[in-house]
């Protein structure tokens, strides 16, 4: 996600744009009122040549076939969860090199999944079930299909010591009204190391990975901390991952509690404090436990990497917003942490929050790495890939690789 000044840039792009969510589309409250804004777009031609050259054109029409054989909702539901895993399942092999590469679109890339999940949300949000299917029934059936497609209800360590553990998630696309082409290396990031296993000096360490969407109500609903709570008592480490500068890697220092409103995936959002539970003994600013010195000390790749310690706030007794260069001053109020006010920094600000709730703060590393924004090669304004496209995505993902080993193994010595 985008730092405060590009999210800045992009708002004014929303503005001119005219970007506002259809009248007529599905909520969260009414599931079945019809394609959201975010399945409208899978019309679009570039949606449809990154299904067809990935092969994940099959997707959806996969899931319809399974529907209609569908008797009850037991037996929906059966099918949604199976088809929901084999998607993340047939993503992660495809991007780890497992299994033939159906089209020509290189195997590193986000978008086949995001697209291909859209495709099952529309089929299954506009099913015509042969039974009675209360809007409450489907609303649980895409919530299965949500997380089982976006690998968070798989999340799997090995049993037993010896092997450390290490969670990473990423995030969908996002500001596709600006370019619908758009990929998401954070995406990339968590379908290339999800079951990998990484050798540090201390021995090996399993990565386990989500996706989360880009979307203001998920996040309201919990969505986060649902998934990550189970794992946090059990994890060495934990990273969150998004796109957010041009030309570099940020280890976010500090969140905010502060949502800036800017559009989402269905076009909604307002300036707000970030919701959760409890709010009157909410923080306004968590902070990384990430051992972020020796990760930008380190040698991980092409792209440099800074400690970024920069917040906006409303100083205590004011009322302007002020940038921090070196972090908030005492009894403040967050306007954007050092990863802005978008959702990358809310997933860091409730991810470190539920660390620092779980008692968790002196004891687990954790915080939010943001990666460069992936780019497309110069000259290129509606090819869906391209040789350089590739290479900066590949280049991202390990260069996020090296960054979490040397992340794990400098908590090793930590320890030690």
């Known amino acids: 996600m985008n730092s405060l000044r590009v999210r800045i840039g992009v708002l004014g792009l929303a503005l001119l744009t005219g970007l506002t969510a259809p009248t007529t589309t599905a909520t969260a409250a009414d599931p079945a009122a019809g394609p959201t804004v975010e399945e409208h777009r899978l019309d679009g031609a570039a949606p449809r040549e990154i299904l067809r050259r990935s092969g994940f054109d099959t997707v959806a029409p996969d899931l319809a076939r399974a529907l209609d054989r569908a008797h009850s909702y037991a037996q929906a539901r059966r099918a949604v969860v199976r088809q929901g895993t084999e998607l993340w399942r047939r993503a992660v ?64 360590y090995p ?28 995406g990339a990031v968590a379908l290339a190391l999800d079951g990998t296993v990484i050798e540090t000096a201390d021995g090996p360490a399993r990565i386990e990975t989500a996706v989360f969407p880009v979307r203001w109500r ?8 649902r998934a990550l709570r189970p794992h946090l008592p059990k994890v060495d480490l934990f990273t969150t991952v998004s796109q957010g500068r ?21 076009n909604t959002g307002r300036p707000e404090t970030v919701p959760v539970t409890d709010p009157a003994s909410q ?33 205590a007794g004011g009322t302007e917003a002020v940038v921090r260069p070196e972090g908030p001053t005492p009894g403040s109020t967050a306007r954007a942490g050092g990863g802005g006010d978008y959702l990358s920094n809310e997933i860091a600000y409730r991810a470190t929050l539920l660390r620092d709730r779980l008692g968790l703060h002196g004891k687990l590393p954790g915080g939010h790495v943001h990666t460069p924004v992936l780019q497309f090669g110069a000259g290129n304004t509606n090819e869906i890939t391209d040789p350089e496209f590739v290479r900066n995505r590949l280049d991202i993902i390990g260069q996020t690789r090296a960054i979490v080993t040397v992340a794990i193994s400098a908590t090793e010595r930590t320890r030690d």
């Not at 998920?218 to 901390?225: H, I, K, Q, W």
């Not at 990384?288 to 906006?312: H, M, Q």
């Open 93 to 156: 092999d495809r991007a780890q090199g497992r299994g033939p590469a159906a089209g020509d679109l290189s195997r590193d890339d986000d978008r086949p999944l995001y697209w291909a999940r859209l495709g099952m949300t529309r089929e299954l949000r506009t099913w015509d079930a042969g039974f009675r299917l209360g809007d409450g029934q489907r609303a649980r059936l895409l919530d299965e299909l949500e997380r089982t497609s976006r690998g968070q209800s798989g999340i799997r």
């Open 283 to 315: 923080p306004q600013w968590t902070s990384t436990t990430l051992p972020y010195a020796e990760i930008v000390d380190a040698e991980t790749g092409r792209f440099p990497v800074y400690d970024n310690t920069s917040v906006t706030e409303i100083p």
């Open 218 to 225: 998920d996040f309201t609903a919990g969505t986060v901390e």
């Open 159 to 186: 049993h037993g010591g010896g092997m450390k553990r290490v969670l990473v998630t990423g995030f969908d696309p996002f500001t596709l009204d600006r370019d619908i082409r758009i990929s998401n290396p954070s």
């Open 246 to 266: 041009v030309g570099r890697f940020d280890i976010e220092r500090t969140n905010g509690a502060w949502r800036g409103g800017f559009g989402d995936n269905e």
